[in-house]
């Protein structure tokens, strides 16, 4: 392993590459990348950064959002099979069908979408930044495209705005239910609990704080418990414990692991930046469209 790290290390400097990973990937591949956050922050990153490859050590719509946002840059994804569950839950077409019978909606898009389905986007949001997009939103007749838990999250922090809801989820957020994360509360009496957004509403009711994973490691660095119980996926409890050394942390489930997450692995990154595949390309009348909407949210977040 520590040679697999080694190389990777050195490939890196020659190559000129950066590598911006989630946190949910691999704690060793969170180790050697350059930037660790959430997709925000992985956005923003990739949008300034100056090097010859971005490699995204992330799911698929992070490394498309990359390559969206910096298109002159070589974008690599160490395993193109890495595709977020949630996005594949909604469909360009279906979305233009919505827009062509309700054309007073604004599509407002979850960054966990496919670059297809931004493009047919008024305008995307992460779950660090949703509350203040819709709220920035002017009609008040909002889709929101495709994570309905995110969604009824915000619907229940921005009053006075008609938001319907996709019916999309995060497989891995939705598998937390109300009487697991109960029987977690109740082994550890004396530990907070915190949920991402995309849990289900009744899960979320029972947290003490939810925000997205960067607002949870914030939550984190801050809390004077001696144990959180962590309702968002297992990988970001390396960086948890790196803010908190102090702190004992328990997944809200056993198996709160997102499989395709995990198939970025040390391996195959170093792969990635030996042979420079997987490329990232997006066809361009699709990105620039998938841009705008991309951009709309940076410029009110
Ligand atoms: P964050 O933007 O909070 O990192 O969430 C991304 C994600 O995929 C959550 O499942
Ligand atoms: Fe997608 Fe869920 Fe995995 Fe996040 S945890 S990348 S929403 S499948």
């Known amino acids: 392993m520590e040679k697999v790290l080694e190389r990777i290390k050195e490939l890196k400097e020659s190559k000129n590459a950066v590598i911006l990973a989630h946190y949910y990937v691999d704690g060793a591949i969170q180790d050697v990348a350059d930037f660790v956050g959430d997709s925000l922050e992985l956005a923003r990153k990739a949008r300034e950064v100056d090097c010859d490859i971005i490699v995204l050590c992330g799911v698929y719509f992070m490394a498309e959002t990359a390559k969206i946002l910096n298109p002159e840059r070589k974008v690599l994804i160490p395993y193109y099979k890495a595709g977020c569950l949630m996005a ?43 509350v203040k997009v819709i709220e920035a939103v002017e009609s008040d007749k909002i889709l929101f495209v495709p994570d309905k838990n995110l969604g009824s999250y915000i619907a229940e922090k921005v009053k006075g705005k008609e938001i319907k809801l996709w019916d999309g ?76 050394p102090d702190v004992e942390f328990i997944p809200a489930y056993s198996e709160f692991t997102c499989d395709q997450m995990k198939m970025i692995t040390v391996e195959r990154l170093l792969k990635c930046l030996e042979t420079e595949q997987f490329e990232i390309t997006v066809p361009e009348e699709v990105a620039d469209k998938a841009r705008t909407a991309i951009e709309r949210m940076l410029e009110v977040s």
Do not use: W
């Open 88 to 130: 594949d839950m909604a469909i360009a077409e279906e979305i233009k069908e919505f827009k062509e019978k309700n054309p007073d909606y604004v599509v407002v898009t979850y960054v966990n979408s496919s670059a297809d389905v931004k493009a047919v986007s008024d305008i995307c949001c992460t779950s660090a930044n949703a």
């Open 169 to 244: 989820y995060c497989p891995v957020h939705q598998k937390l239910t109300p009487e697991e994360a109960e029987r977690r509360k109740k082994e550890n009496p004396d530990a907070v609990f915190v949920a991402h957004p995309e849990c289900r509403k009744e899960v979320r009711d029972m947290a003490d704080f939810v925000g997205s994973t960067s607002k949870i490691v914030k939550f984190v660095k801050e809390t004077t418990a001696k144990k959180v119980i962590v309702g968002t996926e297992r990988g970001i409890i390396h960086q948890l414990k790196k803010v908190r």
